[in-house]
């Protein structure tokens, strides 16, 4: 069975802290891909990134960084120096063959 | 550029009726998605598109769902004989290839059954 499980609901963290958001994915599949999506309060879906099951190599985009690790089936986000404009619902999904399966979501607040 | 649209930004419908919802995806994109997220909960992958391939329909909740697309443009999803727990926010994305995940996501469509 595909599974993604976001076992943090909620954080808070004050303004320039660092947040790490854990991801664990269940699948069989050899090849599937990975993604992190943030939803403001707006409510706009926003794509950050995707990684296919072939690249373990760490990503760093500006204060984002993701951290791909097979080995524990985990695909964790960091944001470094948060800010205030962080502040959403971020999803991680797992996509195998046709399907995508997401995460529950975890609720970040950066408070100032 | 333009983005993806949808429309109707808001729908209110009352139990039992038929529902059309639009996707207009961003002008080239081959792969089209679509999600529904109900009130306060996370997201949920209905279908999607890649060029004309036939779609896997096995993640339409029901078989009052449908979706069409005719080639690489508009996208419709249909909704049969609505019932409240139809009531959600439908999302759709599109992206130049399937490999790129819904990528471009559009406004949504507040649908509401009464």
């Known amino acids: 069975a595909q599974k993604v499980t976001q076992a943090q609901t909620e954080i808070s963290v004050v303004e320039k802290e660092d947040v790490t958001l854990d991801c664990v994915y269940e699948t069989r599949d050899t090849t599937y891909y990975l993604f992190w999506y943030k939803q403001p309060p707006s409510g706009e879906l926003v794509f950050l990134i995707r990684?296919?099951?072939?690249?373990?190599q760490n990503e760093i985009s500006g204060r984002y960084s993701w951290n791909f690790q097979k080995s524990t089936s985990s695909f964790n986000f960091t944001i470094t120096a948060s800010q205030v404009v962080d502040s959403a619902v971020y999803f991680c999904a797992l996509n195998t063959g046709n399907q995508f399966y997401f995460g529950t979501g975890t609720s970040l607040t950066v408070i100032p | 550029g333009a983005g993806v649209s949808q429309s109707p930004s808001n729908k209110v419908t009352e139990k039992g009726k038929d529902v059309e919802l639009r996707c207009d995806p961003i002008?080239?994109?081959?792969?089209l998605y679509w999600y529904r997220q109900r009130l306060g909960q996370g997201l949920e992958f209905l279908i999607y598109?890649?060029?004309?391939?036939?779609?896997?329909k096995s993640g339409l909740p029901s078989d009052r769902f449908s979706a069409e697309r005719t080639g690489e443009s508009v996208s419709t999803l249909t909704i049969q004989r609505t019932q409240q727990e139809d009531s959600a926010v439908y999302l759709c994305?599109?992206?130049?290839?399937?490999?790129?995940?819904?990528?471009?996501f559009g406004p949504g469509t507040r649908l509401t059954v009464t």
């Open positions: 990684r296919n099951s072939f690249d373990e």
């Open positions: 002008s080239g994109h081959t792969a």
């Open positions: 598109f890649q060029g004309n391939s036939a779609p896997d």
């Open positions: 994305a599109s992206s130049l290839s399937i490999l790129a995940g819904g990528k471009y």
